[in-house]
């Protein structure tokens, strides 16, 4: 079993920062690869970057390339996304995952954790 607890959302001005938190209980944490979602008002959840076991290997999608990046530190059984030039489109609910195996992928079914998700707005 892993609990996941997100934190680190709220209100930022566009082109702004925030860094976001996912703390994991559990001892199987540093096994586990983590992925980030978000999901918007009347839309999808949507995979937005993973992280494997080791935190050698990230991907996030293009549509965040460049502004999104994720890191972990399995010494605090934490997984980070640090989001830089945010935009209004960024908008959502953010929500952390922990993986299957030490490598997943960006489908929701390659996830079987999930945290409560931390709102980030980002206003024009």
């Known amino acids: 079993q892993v609990q996941l607890v997100e934190s680190g959302g709220g209100l930022v001005h566009t082109g702004g920062s925030l860094r976001l938190s996912c703390v994991a209980s559990?001892?199987?944490?540093?096994?586990?690869?983590m992925g980030w979602f978000r999901q918007a008002p009347e839309k999808e959840r949507e995979f937005v970057g993973s992280i494997d076991w080791s935190g050698h290997e990230t991907y996030v999608p293009d549509s965040v390339k460049g502004r999104f990046a994720i890191s972990r530190d399995n010494a605090k059984n934490t997984v980070y996304l640090q989001m830089d030039s945010l935009k209004a489109e960024d908008t959502a609910v953010y929500y952390c995952?922990?993986?299957?195996?030490?490598?997943?992928?960006?489908?929701?079914?390659?996830?079987?954790?999930w945290g409560q998700g931390t709102q980030v707005t980002v206003s024009s």
């Open positions: 995952a922990a993986g299957r195996g030490g490598y997943s992928g960006d489908l929701k079914r390659d996830y079987d954790y």
């Open positions: 559990g001892r199987t944490f540093s096994n586990k690869a």
